[in-house]
């Protein structure tokens, strides 16, 4: 059986994934909201509306596949008695899940590059890094999964 220090390794390493999908995502809205704030960017109206529909959409529709995915392993963990089995799964269907997240908050950031709006912003910011943080890898959930 391996040992503890081993899974605390492996939990921290989990945690380093998470912290540089977290930090690509704020470096490169940083790096978006420098450029729109020097350029005032304009598009025509009939996209600007239909990039105001996609993201909401996309955002909170993978936000809530995250959450579901996340059940649905949780519910699937109790089927796993090895260790590095279990670990092995809570890795997979974590970095699956927040590339997903990553993915729908950057849509945002691009369309706020693209359109220079300030709503796309909030929705990276208030529905994509919100569901990434409530997401993120916890002991204590391991704990919980694989009793």
Same mark, same amino acid.
Not at 24 to 42: A, D, E, H, R, Y
Not at 69 to 74: E, G, L, S
Not at 82 to 87: E, I, Y
Not at 88 to 96: A, I
């Given at each position: 059986?391996?040992?503890?220090? *081993?899974?605390?390794?492996?939990?921290?390493?989990?945690?380093?994934?998470?912290?540089?999908?977290?930090?690509?995502?704020?470096?490169?809205?940083?790096?978006?909201?420098?450029? !729109?704030?020097?350029?005032?960017?304009?598009?025509?109206?009939?996209?600007? *509306? !239909?990039?105001?529909?996609?993201? #909401?959409? $996309?955002?909170?529709?993978?936000?809530?596949?995250?959450?579901?995915?996340? *059940?649905?392993?949780?519910?699937? $963990?109790?089927?796993?008695? %090895?260790? %590095?089995?279990?670990? %092995?799964?809570?890795?997979?269907?974590?970095?699956?899940?927040?590339?997903?997240?990553?993915?729908?908050?950057?849509? *945002?950031? !691009?369309?706020?590059?693209?359109?220079?709006?300030?709503?796309?912003?909030?929705?990276?910011?208030?529905?994509?890094? $919100?569901?990434?943080?409530?997401?993120? #890898?916890?002991?204590?959930?391991?704990?919980?999964?694989? #009793?």
């Amino acid at each position: 059986m391996p040992s503890k220090a *081993n899974h605390k390794e492996s939990f921290q390493q989990i945690n380093q994934i998470y912290l540089a999908l977290l930090g690509g995502q704020l470096v490169f809205c940083l790096t978006v909201v420098l450029l !729109i704030s020097n350029k005032g960017g304009s598009t025509d109206a009939v996209v600007e *509306n !239909i990039f105001y529909l996609i993201p #909401p959409i $996309a955002v909170i529709g993978t936000a809530l596949g995250a959450f579901a995915m996340r *059940n649905h392993y949780r519910k699937e $963990a109790r089927g796993f008695i %090895d260790r %590095d089995r279990q670990f %092995d799964h809570y890795r997979t269907g974590f970095v699956f899940r927040m590339a997903l997240l990553e993915a729908a908050s950057l849509l *945002n950031v !691009i369309l706020m590059m693209v359109t220079g709006q300030i709503f796309f912003f909030l929705i990276f910011f208030f529905v994509g890094l $919100a569901s990434f943080w409530l997401l993120r #890898p916890q002991e204590e959930e391991l704990v919980e999964w694989y #009793p």
